[in-house]
């Protein structure tokens, strides 16, 4: 069964920096193409990073520069860094498995305030 | 950037009758283009992958169609559970965008 467990969220305050983690587990993340989305406080999803099998990554233009994703095969974890934290960047972040999309993990919520 | 409207925002309908929802993108992405359930305090779940794959194990009620710019997700007979609010998202070019959502509401 796949799964995918986020964490490392919490509060920040602005420019400081934090690092998610996504455990996977069913699968391998050096295989798949894995992502990042997030969902502000009551608003829509919006797509933040992917990291591809064959290790390509793309970033939204709202990151770039200030977050980079990575993944540990030996862990099976994908891992977003986000540096430069600011007030906009305040969600829960939500891993996902595949082009479609198709598992999600329960998400963690990150907030960045003084 | 791809933008990806949805219409409407809000649906109000009752259970049993017939739910038809539209995205719209602002150049084509072909076939690219996914539909995912989002209920309160949980992640999103894909329904619709490629326009009209349903992903694993989703009722037949719900099918998805269109192609290049215009698509639709309908749902033939609402069930209680349906109620949540839907998204399309185009992969057809980076980045990777979502429409606004639509709120399909029990009347």
């Known amino acids: 069964e796949v799964q995918l467990v986020e964490s490392g969220g919490g509060l920040i305050q602005p420019g400081g920096s934090l690092r998610l983690s996504c455990a996977a587990s069913g699968f391998s993340v050096s295989g798949d193409y894995m992502s990042w989305v997030r969902q502000a406080p009551g608003k829509g999803l919006e797509w933040v990073s992917v990291?591809?099998?064959?290790?390509?990554?793309f970033y939204a233009d709202s990151v770039k520069g200030r977050f980079t994703i990575s993944r540990d095969s030996s862990k099976n974890t994908v891992y977003l860094q986000m540096n430069s934290l600011r007030a906009e960047d305040t969600a829960m972040y939500y891993c996902a498995r595949g082009p479609n999309s198709d598992s999600w993990g329960q998400g963690t919520l990150v907030s960045v305030s003084s | 950037e791809i933008v990806l409207t949805q219409s409407p925002a809000t649906l109000s309908l009752s259970p049993g009758e017939r739910a038809t929802l539209s995205c719209r993108a602002s150049q084509s992405v072909t076939k690219y283009l996914a539909w995912y359930q989002q209920k309160p305090g949980q992640a999103p779940r894909l329904l619709i992958y490629?326009?009209?794959n349903r992903a694993t194990g989703l009722p037949a009620r719900f099918s998805g169609s269109g192609s290049g710019t215009d698509f639709t997700l309908t749902i033939s007979s609402l069930e209680t559970e349906d109620f949540a609010v839907y998204y399309c998202q185009q992969r057809s070019s980076w980045p990777i965008t979502f429409g606004q959502g639509t709120r399909l509401e029990i009347k």
């Open positions: 990291i591809h099998a064959g290790g390509s990554t």
């Open positions: 490629d326009t009209s």
